[in-house]
C-alpha cells in the first residue's frame, strides 16, 4: 500500500522489454549507488551534498533563520541572482509554493505564512529584461542574493553589476549592507573578497558540491527562507530520504531511486535518447528545468544520456502532442504528477449554468483537477499504445516536504544513472565550449 508521503513510480505503461531490462539491472544499480555512498566513483570530491541535511543542514537553517529575523530592514521581495544551480532549484522550490498571480507587499494566507514575491536575474544576458526588473523594483523594497562560487560568471556578474549599483544608488551604502547577501566561495573569488570589502553578509558555497546540487545548501536555504517557507520542513524532509539511502533508517526512498535509475539506463541500452518529462501543473515548470539540468549537465558526457526535454500537459499537447504521437520513436516519456496538487484553499467545479451552448454540458459540475488528471491518464495512455514507453513519477502532492523528498531522491537517482554509463556524473567540461568563444569574441583579456 502506498504510503501518504511516498513517491511512487508507475511502470504499467512501461514496455514489457524495457520493463525486464530494468529489473535486470539491479545489481548493478546496488553497485553503482554503493560506490556513490562510499565515495569511490569519479568525481567523488563533488559528493558532499550526500547526508548534507543532517551534517550542516539543519544548523544552517538556524543560523539563516536568526540572520533574516533579525534584519534592520523591511523588504517586500527578494531578487535571486544566479544561473544553473545557482538559481534553479531555489526557482522549483519557488514557483510550486507561491501563489502564481502574487505580487509585492501582497499578504499570502499559506500556512500562516506571509510570502514574499521572488524574482530571478542573472540567467540570462537580455538588456530588456533587467531594464524591466530595475523598472519593477523602482517603488519596492528587495532584498538581493546574489549567488556564484567565483563571482566571475558572466550572466550573473553583469546582473549584480547593475543590481548592486542601483541599490547603492537608491538606499545608500549602510542600508545596502543589510540588503544585499552573497552566497559564494568560503574563502576566494571575486564575489567572496567584494562582500569582504563592502561588508555584505555572506554565507557559502561548500567546495565540494556542485551547483545542479546545492539546493539544500546556503544556495537554496537563504531565498527560500527570505521569500517566507519553513526551511526546518524543507532539509529535515530530505534528510530522510538521505537516511534511507545510506542505511541509517528504513524507508521507501531507496527502491524509488534505484528504479528510475534502472529504467532509464534500460531504455538508454534499448537504443532511446530522449526523455520527454510531462507535468500537468503549470507551476512545476522549474521543477522539471532543474531536472534538465540534473539529468542534462550530468548525463551527457562521451556521446552518451538520454536527452531530457519536457511537455506541459494539456497546453502542449496543441503543439508537440503531434510528434509525440507519431513521429519517431526514440524516445521515453517520464509523466511527473502528484495526487493532490491544490492548495487546502484551492477547488473549482465547472459551473452548472443548465445550458450545453458550449458542449460542455458533460462536463458540469466536474473538478478542474479530475479532468486534468483524466487528461493525464488519456495522454499517457495515447502515448504509450503509441509507441513511446510512459513511467510516471507520482508525487503525493506539491508541499514543501515533498519537493524537498524528491529533490533528494533524484540527487541520488542521477548519479547512480551516470556511474551505471561508465562516465562521471559531477563535472561538466562541455559547459566551458561557449564560454571560450564568447571570451575571445568580447577580447577578455588572457589570464
Request: hydrophobic share 35%; aromatic share 8%.
Given at each position: 500500500m502506498t504510503q501518504h508521503n511516498e513517491i511512487v513510480l508507475d511502470r504499467s505503461d512501461y514496455s514489457a522489454s524495457l520493463n525486464s531490462a530494468a529489473d535486470s539491472l539491479r545489481a548493478d544499480a546496488e553497485k553503482a549507488l554503493k560506490r556513490l555512498l562510499n565515495k569511490d566513483c569519479p568525481g567523488s570530491e563533488f559528493t558532499?551534498?550526500?547526508?548534507?541535511?543532517?551534517?550542516?543542514?539543519?544548523?544552517?537553517?538556524?543560523?539563516?533563520?536568526?540572520?533574516?529575523?533579525?534584519?534592520?530592514?523591511?523588504?517586500?521581495?527578494?531578487?535571486?541572482?544566479?544561473?544553473?544551480?545557482?538559481?534553479?532549484?531555489?526557482?522549483?522550490?519557488?514557483?510550486?509554493?507561491?501563489?502564481?498571480?502574487?505580487?509585492?507587499?501582497?499578504?499570502?494566507?499559506?500556512?500562516n505564512q506571509k510570502i514574499k514575491k521572488v524574482l530571478f536575474a542573472g540567467h540570462n544576458m537580455s538588456e530588456t529584461s533587467l531594464s524591466d526588473l530595475l523598472g519593477y523594483l523602482e517603488h519596492r523594497k528587495p532584498m538581493i542574493c546574489v549567488v556564484s562560487k567565483s563571482g566571475t560568471t558572466t550572466e550573473p556578474g553583469v546582473a549584480f553589476r547593475v543590481l548592486n549599483e542601483w541599490c547603492r544608488k537608491k538606499f545608500g551604502h549602510v542600508e545596502s549592507t543589510q540588503r544585499i547577501v552573497a552566497i559564494t566561495d568560503p574563502k576566494q573569488g571575486a564575489l567572496r573578497k567584494f562582500a569582504n570589502d563592502q561588508s555584505y553578509k555572506a554565507f557559502d558555497i561548500p567546495s565540494d558540491v556542485g551547483g545542479r546540487y546545492s539546493v539544500f545548501t546556503a544556495v537554496g536555504l537563504v531565498p527560500i527562507a527570505l521569500a517566507g517557507f519553513n526551511i526546518h520542513d524543507f532539509v529535515s524532509a530530505a534528510d530522510?530520504?538521505?537516511?534511507?539511502?545510506?542505511?541509517?533508517?528504513?524507508?521507501?526512498?531507496?527502491?524509488?531511486?534505484?528504479?528510475?535509475?534502472?529504467?532509464?539506463?534500460?531504455?538508454?541500452?534499448?537504443?532511446?535518447?530522449?526523455?520527454?518529462?510531462?507535468?500537468?501543473?503549470?507551476?512545476?515548470?522549474?521543477?522539471?528545468?532543474?531536472?534538465?539540468?540534473?539529468?542534462?549537465?550530468?548525463?551527457?558526457?562521451?556521446?552518451?544520456?538520454?536527452?531530457?526535454?519536457s511537455l506541459e500537459c494539456t497546453m502542449d499537447l496543441h503543439s508537440m502532442?503531434?510528434?509525440?504521437?507519431?513521429?519517431?520513436?526514440?524516445?521515453?516519456?517520464?509523466?511527473?504528477?502528484?495526487?493532490?496538487?491544490?492548495?487546502?484553499?484551492?477547488?473549482?467545479?465547472?459551473?452548472?449554468?443548465?445550458?450545453?451552448?458550449?458542449?460542455?454540458?458533460?462536463?458540469?459540475?466536474?473538478?478542474i483537477d479530475d479532468i486534468n488528471a483524466i487528461a493525464v491518464k488519456a495522454?499517457?495512455?495515447?502515448?504509450?499504445?503509441?509507441?513511446?514507453?510512459?513511467?510516471?513519477?507520482?508525487?503525493?502532492?506539491?508541499?514543501?516536504?515533498?519537493?524537498?523528498?524528491?529533490?533528494?531522491?533524484?540527487?541520488?537517482?542521477?548519479?547512480?544513472?551516470?556511474?551505471?554509463?561508465?562516465?562521471?556524473?559531477?563535472?561538466?567540461?562541455?559547459?566551458?565550449?561557449?564560454?571560450?568563444?564568447?571570451f575571445a569574441m568580447l577580447g577578455k583579456p588572457a589570464k
Open positions: 558532499g551534498w550526500i547526508d548534507w541535511p543532517k551534517n550542516h543542514g539543519i544548523k544552517l537553517a538556524n543560523e539563516i533563520i536568526t540572520w533574516r529575523d533579525q534584519l534592520k530592514v523591511s523588504y517586500d521581495c527578494v531578487v535571486v541572482i544566479g544561473i544553473g544551480g545557482s538559481y534553479l532549484g531555489t526557482r522549483a522550490v519557488v514557483d510550486l509554493l507561491t501563489p502564481e498571480f502574487l505580487d509585492s507587499g501582497d499578504s499570502q494566507k499559506t500556512s530522510e530520504v538521505f537516511a534511507n539511502a545510506l542505511g541509517r533508517t528504513k524507508g521507501p526512498h531507496l527502491n524509488f531511486i534505484l528504479e528510475y535509475a534502472q529504467c532509464r539506463q534500460a531504455a538508454w541500452r534499448a537504443g532511446k535518447i530522449i526523455e520527454v518529462v510531462t507535468y500537468p501543473e503549470p507551476r512545476m515548470r522549474n521543477l522539471v528545468e532543474w531536472f534538465k539540468q540534473l539529468f542534462g549537465e550530468s548525463d551527457g558526457k562521451n556521446n552518451k544520456g538520454l536527452f531530457p526535454g502532442g503531434q510528434y509525440l504521437q507519431e513521429g519517431s520513436r526514440t524516445m521515453i516519456e517520464t509523466f511527473m504528477t502528484a495526487r493532490n496538487p491544490r492548495r487546502k484553499d484551492q477547488r473549482i467545479a465547472v459551473p452548472k449554468t443548465g445550458s450545453n451552448i458550449d458542449e460542455l454540458l458533460y462536463l458540469e459540475g466536474k473538478g495522454t499517457k495512455k495515447a502515448h504509450s499504445e503509441g509507441g513511446v514507453p510512459a513511467l510516471e513519477i507520482s508525487l503525493p502532492d506539491l508541499e514543501i516536504t515533498t519537493i524537498a523528498r524528491l529533490f533528494a531522491a533524484l540527487q541520488i537517482s542521477c548519479p547512480v544513472g551516470g556511474l551505471m554509463m561508465g562516465i562521471n556524473p559531477f563535472d561538466q567540461p562541455g559547459v566551458e565550449a561557449y564560454k571560450k568563444n564568447m
